[in-house]
């Protein structure tokens, strides 16, 4: 069964980098039919992507946030990392990171971390 | 960039009771969307992708339609444990970007 699991600091002070990680056991992260995506919920609302990654590193963000976005992978490791620069208040949500098709037509978005709560605050 | 709208935010229903979420795109994403389930405190679980292609593991009182730009999830007859809320998301131009609707909440009338 695959499982993904973020980690990271909770805490981040505002203007600093926010960086997390998901760790990627019980499946391949190097599978070619799929990208490994961040995707956030502020608390009480609804759910925003951040971006995507291919095992190879090919890399799609939200037009919104791509001047903070940075995502990367390690395949040795099994994981994939993000970091947003230039952290407010606003970012301050629970970071999800999971798993989706390269095709949409074929699958969603169908394993999930159990995601990571993020404060920014100094 | 598509936009995706659903409707209600929420609803109240009783046990039993036949549900129907709509979600409607800003543009034709063709079959390109896929329905999700929160529960408080827990990761969305992919209910339905390709508009009506029910996921494994998945009762077959939900099901979707639709197609274009208008897309509806069914629950046929409601049980307790589906009270949570339910997010629409287009994957038409997947993966270059993801996009979710606003979420319906069904609560307990």
């Known amino acids: 069964q695959l499982q993904l699991q973020e980690s990271g600091p909770g805490l981040v002070k505002p203007s600093e980098t926010l960086s997390l990680t998901c760790t990627v056991s019980?499946?391949?992260?190097?599978?070619?039919?799929?990208?490994w995506a961040w995707i956030r919920q502020p608390p009480g609302k609804g759910l925003q992507w951040i971006g995507s990654?291919?095992?190879?590193?090919?890399?799609y963000y939200n037009p919104s946030l791509k001047s903070r976005v940075t995502i990367s992978v390690d395949t040795s490791k099994s994981q994939f990392s993000l970091k947003l620069s230039s952290a407010t208040a606003a970012d301050a949500a629970l970071y999800y990171c999971?798993?989706?098709?390269?095709?949409?037509?074929?699958?969603?978005?169908?394993?999930w971390g159990q995601g990571t709560l993020i404060t920014v605050s100094s | 960039d598509i936009q995706m709208t659903q409707s209600p935010s929420s609803l109240s229903a009783s046990v039993g009771d036949r549900v129907t979420i709509t979600c409607r795109a800003s543009q034709s994403i063709y079959s390109y969307l896929n329905w999700y389930q929160q529960k408080p405190g827990k990761a969305p679980k992919l209910l339905i992708y390709?508009?009506?292609s029910l996921q494994s593991g998945v009762p077959s009182r939900f099901s979707g339609s639709g197609s274009g730009t208008d897309f509806t999830l069914t629950i046929s007859s409601l049980q307790p444990e589906d009270f949570a809320t339910y997010y629409c998301?287009?994957?038409?131009?997947?993966?270059?970007?993801?996009?979710f609707g606003g979420g319906t909440k069904v609560e307990i009338k």
């Open positions: 998301q287009q994957s038409y131009n997947t993966p270059r970007a993801l996009t």
């Open positions: 019980g499946g391949s992260i190097s599978n070619n039919m799929y990208y």
């Open positions: 990654i291919y095992y190879r590193g090919s890399t």
């Open positions: 999971a798993r989706h098709k390269i095709v949409g037509a074929t699958g969603g978005i169908d394993y």
């Open positions: 390709a508009a009506s």
